[in-house]
């Protein structure tokens, strides 16, 4: 059983994804939260005496064998419920992308039998978490812990992007990286088509951590938004090289320094600003990042808050903000329940770890 957070990307998006990473770099600054007090991503793996594959997924209670090689490498539908499982055991080279000179059996006498992958997810559905790559992440720790394999941090990343490509969602790199152990991180890579990324643990004292995690609150706007459709609108515009895109990807990475530097520094509040100016930014890049409803939502509790973005690529989600300091979780939370009491906009029980 392999249990993990998820993520929440303060600051950076989308110069994590492709093509833009590769042409240009790309710089983050992410903080993985528990949810409810508990991780929300559980991976279970088991061996099976039977050649068999099998997915499950305890959330949406499915589960499906398979004895046909060609089922799992149909793993491009994003309705496919095991589209993710899939992937990843092409990803991780278990199963041929395309070759299907191999059946199913064959490949689980080279595993010693046949193997059980499940998952169960307590995060609504394009939550902006980094969900789908970091349970990617957790299916092959899992997956490698039961072959005996000591997985390496930078073949998991590798990986994961690769299954997200896979499955033609177009994913960057930032939510694995961000997910794959706790902490507070500053990431960067540079450009080139092999992404190596390097992760710096900002040095900030549990006062200051301590301070962000009492401002820090997560609200979900009640809206669902596919990752994939946004990307690719954010991406066109770099392909097409649009100066004005370009730039302000530039700047979202010089913000991404600059919250590092406040951290440290001790700076909760200045911390909180830069999240606000990267969201100002986005929403210059794609009109479609937020709407009236999330708008709303932010000038509800604008006189609480020193900070707001939305996370993950936008268009739905969960909204995080930073409270003023003096400000409590309950208090923001009483407010948005009398505004929009029985609408599915609420705040989140999370905790950064």
Known sequence: IQKMPVRVNFCGSPSDAAPYCLE??????????????????????RKL???????GSEDLGDEVEFTDIHDIQMCYNT???FALHKAVL???????????????????QKLGGG????????????????????????????VDSILGIEPEEEAVFAQ??????????????????????????????????????????????????????????LIFSGQRRLAKNVLRQEMNQTISNDEAVLDSL????????????????????SFAKCITKQFDIIKT??????????????????????????????????????????VTKEQLAKRIESEFADCGVQVWDCCLI
């Open 24 to 45: 240009h770099g790309g710089t983050m600054f992410d903080g993985t939260l528990l949810l409810k007090g508990d991780y929300p991503i559980v991976i279970t793996v």
């Open 49 to 55: 005496e039977k050649p068999v594959i099998v997915f």
């Open 285 to 326: 890049i794609d009109k479609g990042s937020s709407n009236t409803c999330i708008e709303y939502i932010f000038d509800v509790c604008s006189d609480l808050i020193d900070g707001k973005a939305i996370c993950g690529a936008g268009g739905g989600g969960f909204l995080q903000v930073v409270l003023k300091k003096g």
């Open 160 to 217: 994961v992007f690769a299954a997200e490509q896979l499955m033609s969602t177009g994913g960057g790199w930032q939510d694995q990286v961000g997910g794959y152990d706790y902490g507070l991180k500053y990431f960067t890579a540079n450009p080139g088509t092999y992404q190596k990324i390097k992760v710096e643990r900002p040095d900030i004292s549990q006062e200051t951590f301590d301070e962000l995690n009492d401002r820090f609150c």
């Open 90 to 108: 092409i990803a991780m080279g278990l199963i041929p992308e395309k070759d299907d000179s191999q059946s199913i059996e064959q490949i689980c």
């Open 115 to 142: 193997l059980y992958l499940s998952t169960a997810v307590d995060v609504p559905k394009g939550s902006g978490l980094g969900t789908s790559s970091i349970i990617a992440v957790g299916c092959i720790k899992a």
């Open 250 to 269: 530039d700047e979202i990475q010089k913000l991404c320094a600059l919250m590092k530097f406040y951290l440290e520094k001790g700076d909760v509040t």
């Open 79 to 81: 309705d496919d419920t």
